[in-house]
Nanobody
Framework: VQLQASGGGLVQAGGSLRLSCAASGRTFGSYAMGWFRQAPGKEREFVVAITMSGGSTVYADSVKGRFTISGDNAKNTVYLQMNSLKPEDTAVYYC???????????????WGQGTQVTVSS
């Protein structure tokens, strides 16, 4: 099983980026996929998750109203649209898969490699 994250980059504050995470090796229709991030000197934190079958979502308070997660079961891919980016959103973003959106913050079955997001002020 492999999770391949992409879409990171450098953007100015207020800008937007779209991350993608493509899963391979199995289908994830009955699982949740989501994103965590880790800023320099900080612990990895949960950002957002979606249950692929029903579309249930969970967002961290820090990104509500700015980030939107969506999933494409046919492509086994999850997307993270990040708008109104702030310098404090700067981090390495990791995708992960787990049982449900409500539990992904605590239980992860698979991890992808990170993709760097840098927001300049």
């Amino acid at each position: 099983v492999q999770l391949q994250a992409s879409g990171g980059g450098l953007v100015q504050a207020g800008g937007s980026l779209r991350l993608s995470c493509a899963a391979s090796g199995r289908t994830f229709g009955s699982y949740a996929m989501g994103w965590f991030r880790q800023a320099p000197g900080k612990e990895r934190e949960f950002v957002v998750a979606i249950t692929m079958s029903g579309g249930s979502t969970v967002y961290a308070d820090s990104v509500k109203g700015r980030f939107t997660i969506s999933g494409d079961n046919a492509k086994n891919t999850v997307y993270l649209q990040m708008n109104s980016l702030k310098p404090e959103d700067t981090a390495v973003y990791y995708c992960a898969a787990g049982p449900t959106a409500q539990r992904l913050a605590d239980i992860q079955y698979y991890w992808g490699q990170g993709t760097q997001v840098t927001v300049s002020s």
